[in-house]
């Protein structure tokens, strides 16, 4: 059988996102080594971000979007650093690549895994797992707006920043959400907005929403505003299993159910064009995290599992399994990085994961 190399374009980016990118490319570099042949990876580093930006004054290439559509993936770190204005740092990059490459799907899966503190109380809370669906292509952050009136003086300044909602842009997530839906134990897809208040793009969500639910009577539906939808991760979260909303909502909550689940450093996404027309972009939910960067102490889960979301997109889906296994058997045996209470360093894990895929290697 002829090797398959898969070329990764790597943004390894600002903070943490260097380092723990490094971390799954020793990862996927294992599972190459382990695959006798069947497959590898080739890597091109770019090394856009902030240093970049404060040193040719952009965050990446004029060309960067063309570049990458060159590529089967891109594996990204973070963006963001003291020095330059976050609005700066993540337009130039992160959204300039998902808008850039249309990737409108963001897979934000919730996990809680074994042995990691837990930081809600519910009776079932290792069977819990649910996905977040975000847009990612429009909504909130789709930079339309602008600001004026600062020669009025002090305090006369005026900013608008508007939402854009598009019918195609809601039907193509909802329909994403329901067809995922129809692949997990539970069918059902919950849909997240804020119609009451956001009266015109809202709107057209839900109509959109319940559009295309008809077309799925199999799948169970269920719409909640998002204020409510935050309490319900605390309080119901059995009741989840895919829930889509818009881009900036779906963030927020992502960062809650990371939270939820023991920490942001273990929460994986990825950025898909589901067309398969341009290359899709793994990455953790996490940012650039300059409170720990350099100190080698950032947890790298949510980007090795975010490698395992790659792997499962380039159809290497027993690979996928393994690394997702490791990571779990790693945190079951309480070695862990301090933000979820453990004392291991960033590089403890890995070896500790990569461990864990040789021996189910060897037991194969
Ligand atoms: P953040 O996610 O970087 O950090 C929030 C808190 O979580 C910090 O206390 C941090 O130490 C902790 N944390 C995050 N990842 C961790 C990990 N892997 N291990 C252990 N602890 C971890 O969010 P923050 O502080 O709001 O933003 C920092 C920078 O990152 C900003 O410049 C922001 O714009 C950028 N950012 C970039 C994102 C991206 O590139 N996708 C996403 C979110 C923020
Ligand atoms: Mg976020």
Request: a negative charge; glycine letters at 10%.
């Given at each position: 059988m002829e090797k398959k190399i898969y070329r990764i374009a790597v943004i390894p980016g600002d903070g943490i996102g260097i380092e723990v990118v490094n971390e799954g490319i020793r990862v996927l570099e294992h599972l190459a080594k382990q695959s006798e042949e069947k497959f590898a990876f080739e890597y091109d580093y770019f090394p856009w971000g902030c240093e970049y930006y404060l040193k040719y004054g952009k965050m990446m290439d004029e060309d960067g979007v063309e570049k990458l559509k060159d590529y089967d993936a891109i594996y990204f770190g973070a963006v963001g650093y003291p020095g330059v204005p976050d609005h700066i740092s993540l337009w130039g990059l992160r959204i300039a690549i998902c808008q850039g490459l249309d990737q409108w799907a963001n897979i934000r899966p919730v996990e809680f895994l074994p042995g990691v503190p837990k930081r809600l109380n519910h009776p079932d809370i290792d069977s819990l797992n649910w996905v977040l669906i975000r847009e990612n292509s429009e909504g909130e952050y789709s930079g339309i707006g602008g600001r004026n009136?600062?020669?009025?003086?002090?305090?006369?300044e005026v900013a608008v920043q508007s939402s854009l909602f598009t019918e195609h842009g809601c039907e193509r997530i909802i329909r994403y959400a329901f067809d995922m839906a129809r692949t997990r134990k539970r069918k059902k897809v919950t849909s997240v907005t804020k119609s009451n208040a956001q009266q015109y793009g809202m709107v057209l969500w839900d109509e959109v929403f319940d559009r295309v639910s008809k077309e799925y009577p199999d799948v169970e539906t269920d719409q909640w505003l998002v204020d409510a939808m935050a309490a319900q991760f605390v309080?119901?979260?059995?009741?989840?299993e895919v829930v889509v909303a818009s881009n900036l909502f779906a963030d927020i909550l992502s960062d809650l159910g990371s939270a939820l689940s023991?920490?942001?450093?273990?929460a994986a996404s990825a950025n898909i064009n589901p067309e398969g027309h341009t290359p899709s972009m793994f990455e953790s939910v996490?940012?650039?995290?300059p409170d720990i960067a350099g100190k080698g102490i950032a947890n790298p889960i949510g980007t090795i599992g975010s490698a395992a979301l790659m792997l499962e997109h380039f159809g290497l889906k027993d690979e996928a399994k393994q690394v997702n296994d490791a990571i779990k058997e790693t945190t079951n045996q309480g070695i862990l990085t301090r933000d979820i209470?453990?004392?291991?360093?960033t590089k403890d894990i890995t070896n500790a994961i990569i461990n864990s895929l040789s021996s189910v290697y060897n037991k194969a």
């Amino acid at each position: 059988m002829e090797k398959k190399i898969y070329r990764i374009a790597v943004i390894p980016g600002d903070g943490i996102g260097i380092e723990v990118v490094n971390e799954g490319i020793r990862v996927l570099e294992h599972l190459a080594k382990q695959s006798e042949e069947k497959f590898a990876f080739e890597y091109d580093y770019f090394p856009w971000g902030c240093e970049y930006y404060l040193k040719y004054g952009k965050m990446m290439d004029e060309d960067g979007v063309e570049k990458l559509k060159d590529y089967d993936a891109i594996y990204f770190g973070a963006v963001g650093y003291p020095g330059v204005p976050d609005h700066i740092s993540l337009w130039g990059l992160r959204i300039a690549i998902c808008q850039g490459l249309d990737q409108w799907a963001n897979i934000r899966p919730v996990e809680f895994l074994p042995g990691v503190p837990k930081r809600l109380n519910h009776p079932d809370i290792d069977s819990l797992n649910w996905v977040l669906i975000r847009e990612n292509s429009e909504g909130e952050y789709s930079g339309i707006g602008g600001r004026n009136f600062s020669s009025r003086g002090d305090g006369k300044e005026v900013a608008v920043q508007s939402s854009l909602f598009t019918e195609h842009g809601c039907e193509r997530i909802i329909r994403y959400a329901f067809d995922m839906a129809r692949t997990r134990k539970r069918k059902k897809v919950t849909s997240v907005t804020k119609s009451n208040a956001q009266q015109y793009g809202m709107v057209l969500w839900d109509e959109v929403f319940d559009r295309v639910s008809k077309e799925y009577p199999d799948v169970e539906t269920d719409q909640w505003l998002v204020d409510a939808m935050a309490a319900q991760f605390v309080l119901h979260p059995e009741e989840l299993e895919v829930v889509v909303a818009s881009n900036l909502f779906a963030d927020i909550l992502s960062d809650l159910g990371s939270a939820l689940s023991g920490s942001l450093g273990i929460a994986a996404s990825a950025n898909i064009n589901p067309e398969g027309h341009t290359p899709s972009m793994f990455e953790s939910v996490h940012g650039s995290a300059p409170d720990i960067a350099g100190k080698g102490i950032a947890n790298p889960i949510g980007t090795i599992g975010s490698a395992a979301l790659m792997l499962e997109h380039f159809g290497l889906k027993d690979e996928a399994k393994q690394v997702n296994d490791a990571i779990k058997e790693t945190t079951n045996q309480g070695i862990l990085t301090r933000d979820i209470g453990g004392t291991a360093d960033t590089k403890d894990i890995t070896n500790a994961i990569i461990n864990s895929l040789s021996s189910v290697y060897n037991k194969a």
